[in-house]
Structures are given as C-alpha cells and as structure tokens.
C-alpha cells in the first residue's frame, strides 16, 4: 500500500461547480496534513493544513479522519484559476513530508 | 522577504559530469530539505539539514549523492557521475527553527535537471 493515495483525476468541470478530492494515508503515527497545490512546472505551495476539527478557507473546505485514515478537499465555485494539480501531503513519523502524486482539476468555462 | 531561492533553475549536463544545485532558506529558517521529483511522479524525499548536520538522509540514493548545509552560504546538492535517470525536478524547501518536521514547509522554484 502506497503511503498517501490519491485519485489521480483528471477531473474536468465546468466554472461554478464544486468538487471533492479524497486521500488515504497508510502511516496512523502521521502528525500532520496538508493539501499543496501544484502548477505545471512550478514549485508545490501550501494551500491549507488540515485539522481534525476540519477547516475552511474560503471556497476551500478540509477535512481528516484520523481513525479511517481519511483526509478530503472540497472545492465550491470552481474558478479557471483553481485548475491545477492538488497535492495532498502528510508529515510522517519524521520529519519528512510525505506527497501523493496529485490530483489534477481542470475547470472550464 | 524573500522565499527560498534555488539555482541554478535550469541545468544540462552531460553523462559523467558532476551536477550542484543550490539552495538558500528563507530568512529566518534554519532547516532545509531536499525533494527529487521525477517526471509524471510526486515529490520524494531525499534529505534534511541544519547548519552544518545532516539529519536525516534516509531518501538519499546511497552512492553518487550528497547534501551540505554549510555555517556560511546556501544548501548544496550535489551528484557525481549523472545519469540520464538523474533527470528529474529537485525542490528545496525550509522551515522556521520552531518545530521541524511539523511546521509548514515552503518550497523554492526548483533546479529542473536534464542529462544528456
């Protein structure tokens, strides 16, 4: 089992509409979570950490199940710009961050 | 402030020669990691450093690879002998002296390395 899981998409959706990524992870001594969003060719950044009470920023939902191993992203108000590839990240029992291989949106007008 | 800064950003060797990437923290960050991401892959960890240890090297191939953090100057990767396998993205990130490992890491722009 890989360590973090992700649906590698593509996910193609129209402006407007909202869409959810999902992420397993195998490591239950993991600390900590992150999505990062990655576009072509260009260096990872932090979209939000994810907290176990979930969390929202904006158009941006998170969320993590620790007993299922469990961590989404809820995207609502899909815009042009939010396409990208969505990383989803877990900080393993060292000090290492942990990456999925993506997620890519692809939202169109 | 500026964020991490990694250069060269673009690097073309030939097979056999010898390949250095550079990587200065953001201000303020004592800690550094080093990142290979291989086309159509996601990011792997190679190595972490503070100033002048190694602490973890645990994703680091065991020959032909090395990393330093130096007292003065920036973080260097560096690989002997690249191989076209070599090809691939390598991302340099950095965190406060807070709580490694835990706090946020932020990324500079990458050195893409192509061996011909």
């Known amino acids: 089992r890989k360590e973090v899981e992700q649906d590698p998409g593509p996910f193609n959706v129209p402006e407007g509409a909202t869409v959810a990524f999902n992420c397993t992870y195998s490591?239950?001594?993991?600390?900590?979570f992150f999505w990062y969003r990655q576009d072509c060719r260009k260096e990872p950044k932090l979209l939000m950490s994810?907290?176990?009470s979930g969390n929202e920023d904006g158009r941006f939902t998170a969320q993590l199940n620790r007993a299922s191993q469990y961590i989404s992203l809820l995207i609502r108000d899909s815009k042009l710009s939010d396409s990208a590839t969505y990383l989803c990240?877990?900080?393993?029992?060292?000090?290492?961050?942990?990456f999925g291989k993506g997620t890519t949106l692809s939202v169109s007008s | 402030n500026a964020g991490v800064m990694q250069n060269p950003r673009h690097l073309v060797r030939r097979r056999g020669q010898e390949a250095r990437l550079r990587c200065s923290p953001m201000?303020?960050?004592?800690?550094v990691y080093w990142y290979r991401q291989l086309p159509e892959e996601g990011l792997k960890f190679m190595v972490y450093?503070?100033?002048?240890?190694?602490?973890?090297e645990s994703g680091m191939p065991k020959e032909r690879f090395s990393a330093e953090f130096p007292k003065e100057g920036p973080s260097i990767l560096r690989i002997q002998q690249v191989v076209r396998g070599d090809s691939a993205a390598y991302f340099c990130?950095?965190?406060?002296?807070?709580?490694?490992?835990?706090?946020?890491?932020?990324f500079g722009p990458g050195t893409r390395l192509t061996v011909l």
């Open positions: 990240v877990v900080n393993g029992a060292g000090t290492a961050l942990i």
């Open positions: 490591n239950s001594a993991s600390q900590s």
């Open positions: 994810v907290y176990s």
């Open positions: 450093l503070q100033k002048e240890n190694i602490i973890d």
């Open positions: 201000k303020g960050h004592s800690h």
């Open positions: 990130a950095s965190s406060p002296a807070r709580l490694a490992g835990v706090d946020t890491q932020y």
